[in-house]
T-cell receptor
Framework: GAVVSQHPSWVICKSGTSVKIECRSL??????MFWYRQFPKQSLMLMAT?????????EQGVEKDKFLINHASLTLSTLTVTSAHPEDSSFYIC???????????FGQGTRLTVV | KNQVEQSPQSLIILEGKNCTLQ??????????LRWYKQDTGRGPVSLTI???SENTKSNGRYTATLDADTKQSSLHITASQLSDSASYIC???????????WGAGTKLIIKP
């Protein structure tokens, strides 16, 4: 199947700093990518939908100024966690689909720990 | 309200045994139903995807069934292996906006 690469796979940062996570679709173009957050023993929670060339659509309760999303090209979306706090520590996963009703492919996830 | 419910929440079986995981949904309109396997600390990996007209789909030792009338799906794992230990997540695609509605998952543990 198609490959979605997410980087880094884990990161530790200090409170107050910003962290950028990259999501790339390696062998297909994705006009839409999705960012999820997953807490331990819970399922994935959609944070936002990233649209190439336009602003991201955020789910209710997700702060758009804290979680900056940029979909710079058809193969790259980035999520920046700004002014990170320990409560932002979580597992972040991106997903991309060639088109809306096709298979969704997931990155390997990024474990963020804020200390 | 669109919801996906999975049962059991967790399951422990011995290696070599079979098991069946359940998924009930209330998503409407329905587009498709997917089963994912997620290893701890990894992103989900697709096992099967079924549309309205498909009743059964297999992927190796994994067989998914779909009853669109009762809005139920199951994932049957045959001859389980230690590597099958993971969370199995049922996801239904909303046919109006193709948003994915996620179940909470079933945590499966295979013991030797």
């Amino acid at each position: 199947g198609a490959v979605v690469s997410q980087h880094p796979s884990w990161v530790i940062c200090k409170s107050g700093t910003s962290v950028k996570i990259e999501c790339r679709s390696l062998d297909f173009q994705a006009t839409t990518m999705f960012w999820y957050r997953q807490f331990p023993k819970q399922s994935l929670m959609l944070m936002a939908t990233s649209n190439e060339g336009s602003k991201a659509t955020y789910e209710q309760g997700v702060e758009k100024d804290k979680f900056l999303i940029n979909h710079a090209s058809l193969t790259l979306s980035t999520l920046t966690v700004t002014s990170a706090h320990p409560e932002d520590s979580s597992f972040y996963i991106c997903s991309a689909r060639p088109s809306l009703n096709t298979e969704a492919f997931f990155g390997q996830g990024t474990r963020l720990t804020v200390v | 309200k669109n919801q996906v419910e999975q049962s059991p929440q967790s399951l422990i079986i011995l290696e070599g045994k079979n098991c069946t995981l359940q998924c009930n949904y209330t998503v409407s309109p329905f587009s498709n139903l997917r089963w994912y396997k997620q290893d701890t600390g990894r992103g989900p990996v697709s096992l099967t995807i079924m549309t309205f007209s498909e009743n059964t789909k297999s992927n190796g030792r994994y067989t998914a069934t779909l009853d669109a009338d009762t809005k139920q799906s199951s994932l049957h794992i045959t001859a389980s292996q230690l590597s099958d230990s993971a969370s199995y997540i049922c996801v239904v695609s909303d046919g109006s906006n193709y948003q994915l509605i996620w179940g909470a998952g079933t945590k499966l543990i295979i013991k030797p």
